[in-house]
């Protein structure tokens, strides 16, 4: 199995406390799916090099939110050409017959499940952060990409070839890019970033704006200006909360 460098949320790298923690935004269910941006007049040019992000950081160590934030560089998005096949993911990286869905609920489990003939999972407890619920059923869990593969794209993963576009899908090497959350509240979420949609609970939100912002930065993907004016105003409700991230390779 591949190793994931994750621990228990409360332990994570991407630290949130949340004493200060009320950020608040709106959000309705929806399918996965809005409205494509047009493809000129962004202010930051992506360029056409997979791991291309004009003014992107190299790296980040116990950022305030609102640190993060400012470093997201700026563009409007494009949804032009986007098909989630693009994205190849859940795959098996190293050949333990465990995918990328199942490296993860084993990494993220309160009570480990059981492995049986080709990692099929039983048992086990999960705690979906999201909305506070403590899940027994595998079935019951999505595995949600923080950044969405549509907002992925839409952000800068449009300039980037097949072989990032997987890595970006199957990231095991980040704490937070993929989180196991009720299936209910992932497809709720469908591509919203946080100017449309933020996780029910109060408790999460801080937690998850950092998430957001440190996931951005690992990928070098960009922020609209709406997206960006939102993450700014919310993280003033997150005063305490530190942001740590690598950029991914």
């Not at 047009?38 to 090099?49: D, F, H, L, Q, Y």
């Amino acid at each position: 199995m591949k190793a994931r460098r994750i621990v228990p949320i409360a332990a994570a790298v991407l630290v949130a406390s949340l004493a200060a923690c009320s950020p608040s935004a709106a959000g309705t269910d929806s399918s996965d799916s809005k409205p494509s941006a047009p493809a000129s007049s962004a202010s930051a040019s992506v360029g056409s090099s997979p791991s291309a992000a004009p003014g992107a950081p190299a790296g980040g160590d116990g950022l305030s939110l609102a640190e993060a934030v400012a470093k997201i560089p700026a563009a409007d998005e494009r949804r032009t050409g986007y098909k989630r096949d693009s994205f190849k993911h859940w795959i098996d990286e190293d050949d333990d017959s465990c995918s990328t869905r199942n490296e993860v609920l084993i990494a993220e489990a309160i009570k480990a499940p059981g492995q049986g003939s080709r990692c099929a999972l039983s048992g086990g407890e999960w705690p979906s952060y999201y909305d506070e619920v403590t899940v027994t059923d595998a079935k019951r869990l999505d595995i949600d990409h923080m950044v969405p593969l549509a907002e992925a794209f839409d952000s800068g993963a449009f300039a980037w070839d097949a072989d990032r576009r997987m890595r970006y899908a199957n990231d095991l090497d980040a704490q937070r890019s993929l989180v196991a959350v009720t299936a209910k509240t992932n497809r709720s979420k469908a591509d919203k970033d946080p100017s449309e949609w933020m996780p029910p609970a109060k408790s999460a939100r801080c937690t998850y704006l950092a998430d957001w912002t440190a996931t951005k930065l690992r990928w070098k993907l960009t922020a609209d200006d709406k997206e960006r004016a939102v993450l700014e105003k919310l993280s003033e409700g997150c005063s305490d909360t530190v942001v740590t991230y690598e950029v991914a390779p």
